[in-house]
């Protein structure tokens, strides 16, 4: 599941790069060669993030692996009531 929303997310970035793409080609058509070159800029930051967003995931999930909002959260929680009700040694006393 994990591995479905990391490269999910890549692609909804992707897809703003494309749309980034369009507004810098119009402002290039248009005369606005400034307009143009800092959309173009945008859409090269958003390429590089979609597609490290998409090999990241691919690299770090095995796809067996839980929404890890979820489990953290929740290992979180456990971790932290543990914690109140076992203090450390080096607490005061």
């Avoid at 890549?10 to 369009?22: E, H, K, N, P, S």
């Avoid at 692996?65 to 543990?82: A, H, M, N, R």
Wanted: glycine share 16%; no cysteine; hydrophobic share 50%.
């Amino acid at each position: 599941m994990t591995r479905v929303l990391g490269v999910l997310i890549g692609l909804v970035i992707l897809a703003l790069a494309t749309v980034m793409l369009g507004d810098s080609l119009e402002g290039w058509n248009n005369g606005y060669a400034d307009i143009g070159f800092w959309w173009g800029i945008i859409t090269l930051f958003l390429t590089i993030g979609g597609v490290s967003a998409i090999v990241g995931t691919l690299i770090h999930t095995d796809g067996n692996q839980p929404i890890p909002i979820l489990s953290g959260f929740k290992k979180g929680l456990i971790l932290f009531y543990q914690g109140v009700e076992k203090p450390s040694m080096t607490d005061e006393k």
